[in-house]
């Protein structure tokens, strides 16, 4: 009889423990605007990789722990990630079969749409004059998934993640 493989879940949560910090860290004030959108990267991610353990109950749980590390509206941001997870699991079969630069591309309009609601949120709550630098973090995150995919991939794969 074979003995059952551990899942390894730890390492999802690591992941986006470490995704949260990095979301936090304090950056030169030059490159405040284009913060990548590093939870919803590494959300992105494990949704694709593990759909049936990574979902909109946890995109919207790490939400609303990134609302209360950032200082923002309660709910801003679980409902932001919880628009990309919705997103992310309608195209989760496309996505998978596309090359890589082609997942940058849609995750591209992706988090431009999820910048979008957010740069909407703030308007009604008066903290933020809308200006186009909203549309600098989702290009830098998609001009990063490559690497973060790369990254989180290799570690899936080593530790078995299931």
């Known amino acids: 009889m074979m003995a059952a493989r ?12 470490v995704a949260l910090l990095l979301s936090v860290a304090s950056l030169p004030k030059f490159m405040e605007l284009g913060r990548p959108l590093w939870l919803a990267l590494f959300l992105t ?23 209360v590390l950032n200082g923002s509206l309660l709910g801003q941001n679980a409902l932001i990630l919880t628009l990309i997870t919705f997103l992310v699991l309608a195209l989760h079969q496309r996505l ?7 997942q940058s591309m849609v995750l591209l ?23 186009l630098t909203f549309v600098l973090p989702a290009l830098i995150s998609a001009l990063l998934w490559p690497w973060v995919c790369a990254i989180l991939r290799g570690l899936h794969q080593r530790l078995g993640v299931n």
């Open 45 to 67: 991610y494990w949704v694709l990789a593990v759909p049936h353990r990574v979902g909109m109950t946890t995109a919207w749980c790490l939400g609303l722990l990134a609302d």
């Open 6 to 17: 551990a899942s390894n879940i730890w390492l999802v949560w690591l992941t986006f423990a």
């Open 109 to 131: 309009v992706v988090f431009g749409l999820a910048q979008l609601v957010q740069l909407w949120l703030n308007a009604l709550t008066g903290s933020r004059p809308p200006t």
């Open 96 to 102: 998978r079969m596309f090359p890589m630069w082609q």
